[in-house]
């Protein structure tokens, strides 16, 4: 009788002691009546067990749960207690207490249920982490889960997994079930993100703007998203109502990183008063904004606001080398004609003088267009596009976020240059292929001098690529790719503006190197008609003819017949 009071006073000590917090306690009251620990009380075993987690002895508790699996018989207490593991023990120790499963007998165990939950958390563990890969089998289980419940979790889970291992389209499909399933702030962070990562940039600025004030990562995703749309280039055509509802949310915020992007907006639309306004605005609220800075210096001189422009370069010429470059009329942007110190290919000779002007032309003047960027460099880019793709998966959206590249290690500069040429910032990533230069290995500073006159070339600025492509050797299949992508800008500049004689010089040595494609030969011949030279231009007329372009061909046959009065052709 007394032994049995003794027992009961040991079972609500230890109990009261569970229940609040006294671990050391409860093993204490265990140790003095071990007659409680047996099947007959599994509630006070799983007190002790967690009194050994809770005092760091997960060996000890380990054991607690193998004795009960070992030794206790009811098949809802044996799940429990792997249910309670669940919460107290590393994966590694679970995975060796579900051997004790029982697969026969009257009452066999079912732990299918903890083997899922092993499966959700290590494909969980993989969402948040791109470097972590689940197995087929793990992420199988989780989409039985997806279809086995109405709840959201699952779905956050996979869609996180898909997003992080390069596959946003599906993650956007999971967070919008998400969503549907109440699935609140993580399903909202994760479509805005996943259209980001789509480059749906304008449906994922209007969605995040509508969940901004739902959590603070909400806030978060709203402001990267309308930063990475303001900041495109060339810069998007937004409509009033999108900037309307952009600017008071980075006030609010006061988000330098958005006001930087709303002041390169602004500069790239021509509005340079209001591009100064949120340069001065971030440089308010981020002093030491580099990119900034760099923005107000060029706005500032643009307006021709020298004392707005000598402040900022007495304060940052010493801390931004390309501020100090437009204070010294060094830097790109500032030459209005520059000069050509170290050419990729030899002058051609000049044609023979006209003696005397011919009759005024006004013929159907081949599109220009159609030999311009995408054709030029169709061949040239192939050979890198896989170094952008490369450079985009990994560095993500890092890259679109300006900053100045000065620390980055030679490596670190070359991707974000390839990275930048992949979304189409050519001039920032001269800046990136420039630090790569004055940084990186032989190797490196022959690719960041390939990609600095290749981002050059996009911009039309012919003579800046020449002397890039000269500032390390190139291979000879890339002196020709470039000397003739060079070479075809020139043309095509020249023919523009109506300076015939050089683009018959451009073209003629851009021959010498590579074909001459069929576009190029009708700008040859249209140049050889507006200055006169009427058989010339007839037989490249006639030439093209043959090679399929008969409609653009006789359109050039017909304005030389007008001019000379035949009417043969």
């Known amino acids: 009788m007394v032994t049995a009071l003794e027992t009961v006073e040991a079972r609500r000590r230890l109990t009261n002691a569970s229940d609040t917090g006294q671990w050391r306690t409860v093993l204490q009251v265990a140790t003095e009546a071990p007659s409680l620990l047996t099947c007959v009380n599994v509630d006070v075993l799983w007190r002790v067990a967690e009194a050994f987690a809770r005092t760091d002895q997960p060996n000890r508790t380990r054991d607690v749960y193998t004795y009960l699996l070992q030794n206790c018989a009811n098949p809802g207490e044996r799940l429990a207690t792997l249910q309670k593991a669940l919460t107290l023990l590393p994966e590694q120790q679970m995975t060796a207490l579900l051997q004790f499963e029982r697969k026969t007998g009257e009452s066999p165990d079912d732990f299918t249920s903890i083997r899922d939950e092993l499966a959700r958390r290590r494909v969980e563990r993989a969402s948040l982490d791109s470097k972590v890969t689940a197995s087929a089998e793990d992420l199988a289980v989780v989409e039985r889960l997806i279809q086995n419940t109405n709840e959201a979790g699952p779905l956050l889970i996979l869609g996180w997994y898909n997003y992080h291992h390069g596959n946003p389209a599906r993650g956007l499909e999971l967070f919008k079930t998400a969503l549907d399933r109440n699935g609140g702030t993580k399903a909202a962070e994760g479509y805005a993100m996943s259209l980001r990562a789509l480059e749906r940039l304008s449906d994922a600025e209007a969605f995040a703007y509508e969940w901004r004030e739902r959590a603070p990562e909400n806030m978060k995703i709203y402001l990267d998203v309308a930063t990475a749309l303001l900041s495109q280039d060339p810069p998007p055509r937004l409509e009033p109502p999108v900037i309307a509802r952009i600017v008071p949310v980075v006030t609010a915020q006061r988000f330098s990183d958005a006001a930087q992007a709303l002041g390169w907006y602004s500069y790239n639309t021509e509005q340079i008063r209001t591009a100064r306004d949120w340069f001065r605005t971030a440089l308010t609220w981020k002093a030491d904004d580099e ?253 093209v003819q043959q090679t399929g372009y008969s409609e653009e061909a006789a359109a050039g046959l017909n304005a030389i017949r007008e001019v000379t009065g035949q009417m043969r052709y």
């Open 291 to 543: 990119a900034s800075a760099y923005g107000l210096a060029l706005t500032t001189q643009r307006l021709t606001d020298r004392a707005g422009f000598n402040a900022v370069v007495a304060q940052w010429r010493g801390r931004s080398q390309r501020i100090a470059d437009l204070a010294d009329g060094a830097n790109p942007a500032s030459r209005r004609q520059p000069v050509v110190t170290q050419p990729v290919v030899a002058q051609a000779p000049m044609p023979e003088p006209i003696e005397s002007p011919p009759p005024p032309v006004q013929p159907r003047q081949v599109t220009v267009e159609r030999v311009e960027t995408e054709q030029t460099f169709a061949r040239t880019e192939d050979n890198v596009r896989r170094r952008q793709t490369q450079a985009r998966s990994a560095l993500g959206r890092n890259c679109a976020m300006t900053r100045n590249p000065a620390g980055l290690s030679g490596d670190s500069a070359l991707t974000r240059g390839w990275c930048l040429m992949e979304i189409n910032r050519p001039m920032e990533a001269v800046a990136a292929f420039d630090q790569a230069t004055a940084t990186g290995s032989s190797r490196a500073r022959e690719e960041a001098a390939y990609g600095k006159s290749l981002a050059y070339l996009r911009k039309n600025l012919t003579s800046e690529a020449a002397i890039a492509a000269a500032e390390a050797p190139q291979t000879r299949e890339r002196r020709v790719e470039l000397g003739a992508s060079i070479l075809t800008q020139r043309a095509l500049a020249s023919y523009r503006d109506g300076r015939y004689v050089e683009t018959l010089l451009a073209l003629s040595e851009r021959a010498r190197i590579v074909p001459e494609q069929n576009d190029l030969l009708l700008i040859r011949g249209w140049s050889y008609l507006k200055l006169g030279r009427y058989n010339d231009a007839e037989k490249v007329f006639r030439a």
